[in-house]
């Protein structure tokens, strides 16, 4: 049975939830599900918006019954091929054998990688600023490259005013039969999710982000309709906003998050005082154990706070396997404009804390502090006044709050 919403008059979300998806690209947990958006467009022509993942196959084409009602399907813009949004494309193309697919060059040629030539039978190519009209609406194509693979492009419906975001402005969670972002608490319940996406999915495409958010600022736009997550009907420009400062790579809070890896709990020993003494100094604190929380959740951290401590055990005559994994995680990820200190620990040759400052020391604008506390076996309580020297470091390097980041 279809299970639809109207966004306006004439657009329905076609949509659906999957809460059974462990992992999202085989790399995130979405323990809150995820939402594949689709949405179609009841104009004198017809046009669907992307299609979804596999998994929910079944309901999305009897979504799509139910809202053409008997018509037939005209268009089908594709913005993005992953097959996240890409991968019930062959059904919709055999249901609808004389839809017009709506795509760029780069898309056209994904197709062909994806399913082998001559699948769609009638295309409309599009470059930067093309427009389509379909009635009543006139859509206008926008490049939008890496956000998050290279062929993205994202529409404009100049009538409506709404923009198809493709991944961009989506968040983990499943929708929960709300559709939009004012039907819940989205900075309060959704924010996390929306950064932990952000920071993992297009983390890395900062600039090409700005590249999108120039474009998008120079058209009116009273809605946002995303490929994953709500749309956006109100408040807009605090979630731009958010946008704006995760692909500038600013931080959102004035703090320190400490990831440790520790085998026999000694490097959480020095990481955990670490934490006590900033606390006493007023400073917001984090932390993680790199081998429980999953990388994910630490990279959106970083890109969330101010400064980074890295604590590591030396393994293998190297960083611990799940320091390791999580520093070229964030390295991958392009962060950039962070104060980072570094703890070691070894029981002999300790190597991890210069081969984490390689790692670190790599990207860009960091301001790495200079000294590493070296820790042999354990923290003894000679070395309390090394932990106290990296607090009082790391403080002066905090900007004086300001009064709206004062905390009563
Ligand atoms: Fe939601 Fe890049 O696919």
């Known amino acids: 049975m279809y299970c639809t919403r109207k966004v306006t008059d004439d657009l329905l979300w076609v949509g659906a939830d999957d809460r059974r998806l462990a992992m999202f690209e085989g790399v ?10 689709s949405y179609l467009l009841l104009d004198e022509k017809t046009v669907l918006f992307d299609t979804v993942d596999h998994a929910v196959e079944k309901v999305f084409l009897e979504n799509i019954e139910h809202g053409l009602d008997g018509r037939s399907l005209d268009y089908l813009v594709i913005h993005h091929m992953e097959p996240d949004h890409s991968a019930t494309m062959k059904a919709i193309l055999a249901i609808y054998p004389d839809v017009t697919v709506v795509c760029n060059k780069k898309i056209q040629g994904m197709i062909n990688q994806f399913f082998g030539e001559n699948v769609v039978k009638n295309y409309h190519l599009v470059g930067e600023g093309d427009t389509l009209e379909t009635g ?22 100049s009538v409506d005013k709404i923009l198809f975001s493709a991944d961009a402005f989506g968040t983990f969670g499943a929708l929960n039969g709300a ?12 924010l996390g999710e929306a950064r932990r996406y952000y920071t993992n999915i297009v983390g890395k495409y900062g600039t090409q982000v700005q590249a999108l958010l120039k474009k998008a600022a120079t058209v009116e736009i009273g809605m946002i ?25 600013e ?32 400073i917001k604190t984090k932390v993680f154990d790199v081998s429980v929380t999953a990388s994910s959740e630490i990279v959106a951290a970083a890109f969330e706070y101010s400064h980074l401590v890295f604590a590591s ?12 994994e999580l520093l070229r995680d964030i390295s991958s990820h392009n962060l950039q404009n ?21 790692i670190i020391g790599g990207l860009k604008n960091m301001n790495i502090l200079e000294s590493t506390v070296s820790i042999k076996s354990s923290l003894k309580e000679s070395q309390l006044s090394e932990i106290d020297a990296l607090a009082d470091a790391i403080a002066a390097t905090m900007p004086a709050p300001t009064p709206s980041s004062r905390r009563p």
């Not at 055990?313 to 799940?322: E, L, Q």
């Open 28 to 37: 995130y947990s979405v323990p809150d599900g995820v939402s594949y958006n």
């Open 136 to 157: 009543k609406h006139k859509l206008t194509f926008l490049m939008a490259p890496m956000v998050h693979w290279p062929e993205v492009m994202v529409s404009y419906d």
């Open 179 to 190: 559709l939009f972002a004012d039907e819940v608490d989205f900075f309060g319940d959704y």
């Open 225 to 249: 309709c995303p490929l994953h997550g709500f749309v956006w009907r109100r408040n807009i420009g605090d979630y731009v906003e958010k946008y704006q400062q995760w692909s500038r790579y």
């Open 251 to 282: 931080p959102e809070v004035t703090g320190v998050m400490i990831a440790y890896a520790s085998v026999y709990g000694n490097t959480e020993n020095a990481a955990n005082i670490l934490a006590c003494k900033l606390r006493e100094k007023g």
């Open 313 to 324: 055990t030396t393994y293998n005559a190297g960083i611990f396997i799940s320091m390791d």
């Open 338 to 358: 962070r104060t980072v200190a570094f703890i070691e620990n070894g029981s002999w040759a300790a190597t991890s804390g210069k081969l984490m400052r390689e």
